[in-house]
């Protein structure tokens, strides 16, 4: 129900820019989450905006590199990634939960999201 795009292959100090969208629902009342899954390990939060367009970090590591936005006349949400590192590297899910008017995001726990995309890999490789 979630559609990321813009994933793809840069090499290290790039940027990229991740786009959500869905399809079925306007993303507006959903606090929306970005997360990423290296090979061989578990899925980590790594940033979310809630719906009053307040982010959290939950990726420590990214911090002062990626930005979450949203544009609700597009129905869409970016994560734009800069300064990219070989240790980005990994299938990057967006994921929405119904949290209309709060200022806060949901936990870091992948299971604390409702609805989930596909995926788009991004690879930081020289």
């Known amino acids: 129900q979630l559609v990321e795009s813009g994933g793809g292959l840069v090499q290290p100090g790039g940027s990229l820019r991740l786009s959500c969208t869905a399809s079925?629902?306007?993303?507006?009342?959903?606090?929306i989450g970005w997360f990423r899954q290296a090979p061989g390990k578990e899925r980590e939060g790594v940033l979310c905006?809630?719906?009053?367009?307040?982010?959290?970090y939950y990726a420590d590591s990214v911090k002062g590199r990626f930005t979450i936005s949203r544009d609700n006349a597009k129905n869409m949400v970016y994560l734009q990634m800069n300064s990219l590192k070989p240790e980005d590297t990994a299938v990057y899910y967006c994921?929405?939960?119904?949290?209309?008017?709060?200022?806060?995001?949901?936990?870091?726990?992948?299971?604390?999201?409702?609805?989930w995309g596909q995926g788009t890999q991004v690879t930081v490789s020289s």
């Open positions: 905006i809630s719906t009053s367009n307040i982010d959290t």
């Open positions: 079925v629902f306007s993303l507006e009342h959903y606090a």
């Open positions: 994921a929405a939960n119904w949290e209309p008017g709060m200022s806060r995001c949901p936990g870091d726990e992948p299971d604390e999201y409702d609805y």
